[in-house]
């Protein structure tokens, strides 16, 4: 058992109880919800797309780790042979992070409860237990209607482009609307955490870290917070880049100079229909 303020008060995480899924590579990895995991390893190989690569020796930093799908990813692509700092500041998510690390080599994938931002503080993090991944210090109830909106739009894109499958294909337009609205009004239940962040220069100092082969971030609308948490001395240590970016289309820019300034020469923003329909894109980046 394990103890964190969850709502301002304490709560005890049962994670003995913790659930196992059976991933279609045939993996079996902890998780929170069975059937997410199983979205989120089918998202994994985007991350590896415009040439980003890692190979055996190399150091992996997977911020917004979650469960740890693309950190287990890179320790099967390079044989076991890298070093991963992973971080993942919701503390249920965490303990299930670290038992899939500890399962498969806890002396190289460093799992680190604690999330990446421009500075070391505390920030109120809203984390939904049915849908973790959408967890957020970006998202609270103030905007999280229009943050369904949001999700709902990339649902129904996805849908009616086939990019998932899904029965609620066949429904009329209207019904599939109103099935998919009352899914996410159920999954997006608000719980508020306080977790800690920190700077990735105090990492790499805290860690002693040389180099950075691949720097990839899911970071839920905090992606520009990470980069710049960065400091000037460090930038040169980084030779990939891969992240997930939310409001793409007002972040984008001031990302791509950002990287630009920093001798990124190969910068790819990449979309689907169903990123597209909720502003998303992943940005690749290498020297």
């Known amino acids: 058992m394990s103890e964190h303020m969850i709502n301002g008060r304490h709560s005890t995480v049962a994670v003995e109880s913790c659930p196992e899924v059976t991933l279609p590579d045939g993996t079996t990895v902890f998780c929170v919800n069975k059937s997410e995991a199983k979205v989120i ?39 076991g042979n890298v070093t991963v700092y992973a971080f993942e500041p919701i503390p249920p998510i965490y303990d299930v992070l ?14 680190l409860p604690y999330g990446l ?8 993090f809203t984390y939904f237990p049915r849908a973790t991944a959408w967890s957020s210090a970006h998202r609270n109830a103030s ?20 990019e998932f499958p899904s029965w ?46 691949l720097l990839k971030l899911d970071a839920e609308k905090s992606e520009l917070d990470v980069l710049l948490g960065i400091e000037e001395r460090h930038w040169g240590l980084i030779r990939q880049i891969v992240m997930e970016v939310e409001e793409v289309s007002v972040q984008s820019p001031s990302i791509t100079a950002l ?29």
């Open 41 to 79: 390893f089918q998202n994994v190989p985007g991350y590896f797309r415009h040439g980003i690569d890692i190979k055996d020796g190399d150091t992996v930093v997977d911020v917004g780790a979650n469960i740890g799908l693309f950190t287990l990813a890179a320790h099967r692509k390079c044989h």
């Open 259 to 287: 990287l630009k300034a920093h001798g990124f020469k190969h910068i790819t923003l990449d979309q689907n229909r169903e990123q597209s329909a909720a502003d998303i894109g992943l940005v690749y980046a290498s020297r």
């Open 143 to 162: 905007n999280v209607t229009t943050e369904r909106q949001r999700m709902k739009r990339s649902i129904l894109a996805g849908i009616e482009h086939r």
């Open 168 to 213: 609620l294909r066949f429904l009329p337009t209207p019904i599939r609307s109103l099935a998919v609205d009352l899914a996410l009004r159920r999954m997006l239940d608000i719980t508020t955490v306080s977790c800690r962040v920190t700077t990735l220069s105090a990492v790499i100092e805290d860690y002693g870290i040389k180099a950075i082969d």
């Open 98 to 111: 670290r038992r899939n690390a500890e399962r498969v080599d806890a002396a190289n994938l460093v799992v």
């Open 117 to 124: 931002s421009r500075d070391d503080s505390t920030l109120s």
